[in-house]
């Protein structure tokens, strides 16, 4: 079968100076920001759907249009030929999964269109009521429910009875019987055997039951892991084809099982696997040890699902958290440079204005590096959802006639608290940084550490914060020594130096050098092009550079993680080849800035 898994876009996008869809554009009151990085980011459950199809011998692509223009995504849809499409369908982008569905059955009357994911899981009888473009919605895991799907269609028998799907079939809506999840994640083909991906998956569901998270409509009660080996197996065989050798763990709750990771983490060491990496946990799944062993590891981000400064809310919202045990986990964090960055709620049950200044009073107390406040999207499937229909203020028909992004109400505030929280959420959005470590904190982490690649670069770059470049330089050379697995963030912190010192040929020269060795680094590749316009303008003002040593999501340019560009042949069924080494995309002129230096005159 001939298989195309699209991740769609949100609603119709428009081209740059088009006037926007009256219909089915973007909503009326959208703002920049809204749709977050990581909503680019592809569901990894695509990824892991491909895998398994290809290797059960399927012809299979995977876009990413999620960023396209909506003229770009008719041509692709209008242009690409299948037997199957299949979408993942999240509450952001459900109009235009149902758009594309729209578009498919245009082009393509005899194809089957499959839907599956965190929205259309508890929506699945709505979804295909409404939209009589969609033939099938997947519930829940969806792995060995895809592949006995492809099966049944590949050899012409009727898809009624499908276990863990909801089908269209003689014009009735019928439900399978339930699906028994997998019990054993390495049985799975890993996704790292096909795609070249920075996103890592090490295990599926989450044992607690917050009341506005869905991971349970998707994975079930319960926690089930990838076994140590497995996850070892799939980062080594990763690492030498990704150009900047940085991983996001996107697990639930990455540390449910703290020995685990403990194995995993040491693991890592002993494979000598050199890369950086973040996680998403909670606070209290971790202790000294386990924290130690993770920055030793490369771990150099920690997201925690905070979400409230306020016992009274964390109880509400059935977190099962303190305040001490988040401050207690922060500080523990801190104690090996792991970088902390909170997840924030506006709206959660029992919030009003007072339990809110409690939560802005205890990120002051508390002091993570950075925090990023959401307001409370009421999903599908949640028991937010649930009670919420029960009480009579929301009905699920609201997903099919609204056309917001996602629905974001207080659940219990009055009118006057959400009037003050809107106010401030508007005034205050995006992420935020409030911890920098100093000079002695960075100091007294390297003797925890030893003699540890990136916790000289924290220090290095800690020094020159404080003016000392001289010393500075000393540590960003030795991680440098110690092969640090992003050399061109160090590269650029020494060409800083050397501006800071009046240098300025020194920093061009540093500038070229991290670009030879760490062509693909974003941060790094914008300073080189910003240093060739100033050697090529009358260089009036001096050169200056942006800092690059904070963790950071790659550029959205790389197809089908993230939304870049199709090759042009991308409508071409041939054989995939076996994933290699990609070569290094260079900047538009990898040695302009040496052959302008060579330009410049000498005085």
């Not at 089957?112 to 519930?139: F, S």
């Not at 990023?372 to 028991?383: A, H, K």
Request: hydrophobic letters at 40%; charged letters at 25%; glycine letters at 6%.
């Amino acid at each position: 079968m001939r298989v195309v898994l699209l991740y769609a876009p949100p609603w119709k996008i428009p081209l740059r100076g088009e006037r926007p869809d009256p219909v089915d554009g973007p909503p009326g009151d959208i703002q920049p920001g809204d749709l977050d990085p990581d909503f680019f980011q592809i569901p990894y459950g695509l990824l892991s759907l491909a895998a398994q199809a290809l290797r059960a011998g399927h012809d299979v692509k995977v876009l990413n249009l999620s960023g396209f223009a909506w003229q770009h995504v008719a041509h692709v849809v209008a242009t690409l030929d299948a037997d199957v499409w299949g979408m993942s369908c999240w509450t952001a982008n459900r109009r235009g999964v149902a758009l594309v569905a729209r578009e498919i059955r245009r082009h393509h009357p005899r194809a089957h269109v499959v839907i599956g994911g965190p929205h259309a899981t508890p929506l699945a009888r709505e979804m295909l009521a409404h939209h009589a473009e969609i033939d099938t919605v997947v519930t829940g895991e969806g792995d060995a429910t895809f592949l006995e799907l492809l099966e049944r269609l590949a050899e012409g028998r009727a898809l009624d009875g499908l276990r863990g799907a909801w089908v269209r079939a003689n014009g009735r809506i019928t439900e399978g019987p339930p699906r028994e999840n997998i019990r054993d994640l390495d049985t799975l083909a890993s996704p790292f055997d096909y795609f070249d991906t920075h996103i890592l998956m090490t295990s599926r569901g989450c044992p607690w039951q917050c009341t506005f998270c869905g991971a349970d409509t998707t994975w079930g009660r319960g926690f089930r892991a990838n076994s140590v080996d497995y996850v070892l197996d799939e980062i080594a065989r990763v690492l030498p084809r990704l150009p900047v050798k940085v991983i996001q763990i996107k697990d639930d709750t990455f540390t449910t099982n703290r020995r685990r990771v403990l194995e995993l983490c040491r693991g890592i060491r002993a494979r000598k696997l050199n890369f950086v990496w973040s996680c998403d946990t909670r606070v209290d799944v971790l202790n000294d040890e386990l924290l130690y062993e993770m920055r030793l590891a490369g771990c150099q981000r920690m997201s925690l699902g905070v979400e409230s400064g306020s016992q009274k809310v964390l109880a509400a919202i059935d977190k099962k958290i303190t305040v001490d045990e988040i401050v207690a986990s922060t500080e523990l964090a801190k104690k090996y440079g792991i970088r902390v960055r909170y997840y924030m709620m506006v709206g959660n049950r029992a919030e009003g204005w007072r339990e809110f200044e409690e939560t802005l009073a205890f990120l002051q107390r508390a002091r993570p590096h950075e925090y990023l406040f959401s307001c409370l999207s009421v999903y599908p499937g949640t028991r937010d959802f649930h009670d919420a229909e029960a009480a009579g203020w929301l009905s699920r028909e609201v997903y099919f006639s609204g056309d917001f992004q996602e629905f974001k109400v207080p659940f219990d505030a009055s009118d006057d608290d959400t009037a003050r929280m809107s106010a401030w959420f508007d005034a205050n959005k995006g992420l935020k940084a409030l911890h920098a470590p100093d000079v002695d904190e960075c100091r007294a982490i390297l003797a925890r550490l030893g003699d540890h690649a990136p916790a000289h670069l924290d220090l290095g770059v800690a020094l020159l914060d404080a003016g000392t470049p001289d010393e500075a330089e000393e540590h960003l050379a030795r991680a440098l020594a110690l092969d640090h697995p992003l050399p061109g963030v160090v590269y650029n912190e020494l060409a800083c130096v050397s501006l800071a010192r009046g240098d300025t040929d020194e920093a061009l020269d540093r500038l070229h050098r991290g670009v030879a060795v760490d062509p693909q680094h974003p941060a790094l590749l914008a300073n080189h092009e910003r240093a060739l316009a100033w050697l090529a303008s009358p260089r009036s003002a001096p050169l200056t550079l942006e800092r690059a040593s904070r963790f950071a999501l790659l550029e959205r340019t790389t197809q089908p993680t993230l939304p870049g560009p199709l090759p042009p042949d991308f409508a071409a069924w041939k054989p995939r080849p076996a994933p290699s080494p990609a070569p290094p995309i260079r900047p538009r002129d990898p040695e302009g800035l040496a052959r302008a230096r060579r330009s410049l005159p000498v005085v």
